[in-house]
């Protein structure tokens, strides 16, 4: 056969093989796909409890920016204590969930003069779950955050950032919608918080057992996961591309939500029972760089 006969006829589509075509459409999905959106806790996964970063984790997510993938934070402070650990890990992603859930912060702007602003806040009127907490935690140091970020406080709060934070009369903490409730009593167990608000019967109410006991209250239907679908559906990242880490209560939510749509959800080592049930997959703990080792193996 001539070189003038193997050609088609003008007009005519030169069809490829149909494993050659399916292969050509698979190396496409893989690139539209492959961006992952990875989201972190902070305390007892981004950092150790003298305030250190885990063991490789800067150099780790290094690595997982150079390979496409948006690395954020989705954690239960507020932003003012949020923004400068994003800092210490080197990144500027498009956003932040901050007040567990409760307030989601998107950057505004490129490079390093690019800033953050709310992108969505919820909020809710505390008189009631104070009322209840009031009475049976006298001696508890309380905090609420409003909208703008400010915090208003009736004792001091051990190892709490309280920059822009004001004291005040318990009274005062009622007298506009909050984001958050925070409960402040070392001398409660993670076993009391438990058995109180199933007592007094809150609603929605997300546990932070830290370095001291402390309770988080969210606004109704609101946490980490509510935020982050938000955030997931914002960057079009598919629900199967979304991996979190976390080791307290407060992260059960998100990682149920992660797991349940076809994501990977890793509790760091030291997490209680429920929070490895919660994500199905048991890391290596924060001191043993948990987070490093993860995001290595990407």
């Given amino acids: 056969m001539t070189r003038e006969a193997a050609l088609p006829e003008t007009g005519d589509v030169d069809v ?8 050509v459409v698979e190396d496409l999905a893989d690139a539209s796909v492959g961006r992952m959106l990875i989201a972190l806790d902070i305390d007892g996964t981004v950092l150790l409890e003298d305030d250190t970063l885990s063991p490789g984790i800067v150099e780790a997510v290094a690595h997982a920016q150079d390979a496409g993938h948006e690395v954020m934070l989705a954690t239960g402070r507020s932003w003012d204590s949020t923004h400068p650990i994003m800092s210490r890990l080197g990144i500027r992603p498009e956003y932040a969930v901050c007040s567990n859930g ?11 003069a690019a800033g953050y602003e709310r992108a969505h806040v919820e909020t809710f009127d505390p008189t009631e779950v104070l009322t209840l907490l009031g009475e049976h935690l006298g001696d508890a140091h309380f905090l609420v955050e409003l909208p703008d970020g400010k915090r208003l406080f009736t004792e001091y709060l051990d190892d709490w950032n309280l920059h822009d934070a004001d004291r005040v009369s318990f009274a005062e903490l009622s007298a506009q919608p909050v984001c958050r409730v925070v409960v402040v009593a070392p001398e409660q167990t993670d076993q009391d918080f438990l058995q109180l608000v199933e007592r007094i ?3 929605q109410v997300s546990y932070a057992i830290g370095w001291t006991a402390w309770l988080d209250i969210a606004p109704q239907g609101v946490d980490k996961s509510t935020a982050l679908e938000r955030v997931r559906a914002w960057l079009d990242v598919a629900p199967d591309r979304v991996l979190v880490m976390g080791d307290g209560r407060n992260d059960i939510e998100m990682m149920q939500w992660a797991v349940r749509n076809g994501g990977r959800a890793i509790a760091m080592h030291q997490g209680p029972p429920e929070v490895h049930a919660a994500a199905g997959e048991v890391g290596l703990s924060v001191g043993e760089g948990g987070v490093a080792a993860v995001l290595r193996a990407l």
């Avoid at 490829?16 to 292969?23: H, L, R, S, V």
């Fill in 201 to 203: 019967g809150l609603s």
């Fill in 16 to 23: 490829a093989p149909k494993q050659e075509a399916a292969d």
């Fill in 102 to 112: 409760a307030i989601v912060m998107r950057r505004v702007g490129d490079g390093d």
